[in-house]
Nanobody, 122 residues
Framework: QMQLIESGGGLVQAGDSLILSCAAS????????MGWFRQAPGKEREFVGAINRGSTNTRYADSVKGRFTISRDNSKNTVYLQMSSLRPEDSAVYYCAAGGILTSTQRLYDYWGRGTRVSVSS
């Protein structure tokens, strides 16, 4: 089993930046692709972005492209989500997930964290 713990969420104003972290323990972190997803109140969980195991490829949802950046440090078993130019519609619980391949498909991720809440005020 792999345990994932997200941190870094909080209340910010529109236009601010925030960095989320996801620390992994248990199974070996390096071979896994890592994804970030989010779920706003009353909405389904949606894909935000993902990074492959070697950090050579990333993918982002159109809604965050150019504003969010995913990176990882395999030596620290941690993946990051740098968020800038935040908007009220970015408010959600953000989850990280680990899987075998870089994908936006949630069911292909094997391990999930419990999430960290981001609230963006206008």
């Amino acid at each position: 089993q792999m345990q994932l713990i997200e941190s870094g969420g909080g209340l910010v104003q529109a236009g601010d930046s925030l960095i989320l972290s996801c620390a992994a323990s248990g199974r070996i972190f390096g071979p896994h692709a890592m994804g970030w997803f989010r779920q706003a109140p009353g909405k389904e969980r949606e894909f935000v972005g993902a990074i492959n195991r070697g950090s050579t490829n990333t993918r982002y949802a159109d809604s965050v492209k150019g504003r969010f950046t995913i990176s990882r440090d395999n030596s620290k078993n941690t993946v990051y989500l740098q968020m800038s130019s935040l908007r009220p519609e970015d408010s959600a619980v953000y989850y990280c997930a680990a899987g075998g391949i870089l994908t936006s498909t949630q069911r292909l991720y094997d391990y999930w964290g419990r999430g960290t809440r981001v609230s963006v005020s206008s």
